[in-house]
């Protein structure tokens, strides 16, 4: 049994972690995204775009020394990572203003629905792309 464990935790290793620094890249993100909203400004996108932009920041540090473990081209790997956080942000931004002014919904439960849909696509595209060992 112990075997299989560490089989499955070795297999998994790097979505589990991917989704822990995630979660702690998504949670400033949205905090940050919620202070500006209620308290400083009325534009939610400009929030946004400032909320990721930390998050970006903070995800590409862990990941790359705790879980991907990657040393080398490290100017190179934070363009590719800010290149899909970008395009996440891009994604994230339409999906607001859809869910917002098209919708109608909240902004605080948009910016939720948000983060769940852009976190499933980058992680695919940092593994395989970004943080990809030769």
């Not at 400083?40 to 020394?65: D, P, Q």
């Not at 290149?83 to 948009?110: H, K, P, R, T």
């Not at 593994?127 to 030769?134: A, E, G, N, P």
């Amino acid at each position: 049994m112990k075997g299989i464990i560490e089989t499955l935790y070795q297999k998994f290793r790097n979505l589990i972690l991917y989704g822990l620094i995630g979660g702690l890249s998504s949670t400033v993100d949205f905090l940050i995204y919620t202070a500006l909203v209620k308290y400083v400004m009325e534009n939610y996108l400009v929030a946004n775009s400032l909320s990721v932009t930390t998050g970006i920041i903070i995800s590409f540090t862990l990941n790359r020394k705790y879980n991907f473990k990657v040393t080398d081209k490290t100017a190179k790997r934070f363009l590719m990572f800010f290149a899909v956080g970008f395009s996440g942000m891009i994604v994230s931004n339409v999906l607001l203003y859809l869910f917002i002014d098209v919708m109608q919904l909240n902004e605080i439960l948009s910016k939720l629905l948000s983060i769940v849909v852009v976190v499933i696509c980058q992680f695919v595209v940092n593994k395989y792309v970004t943080f990809k060992t030769k």
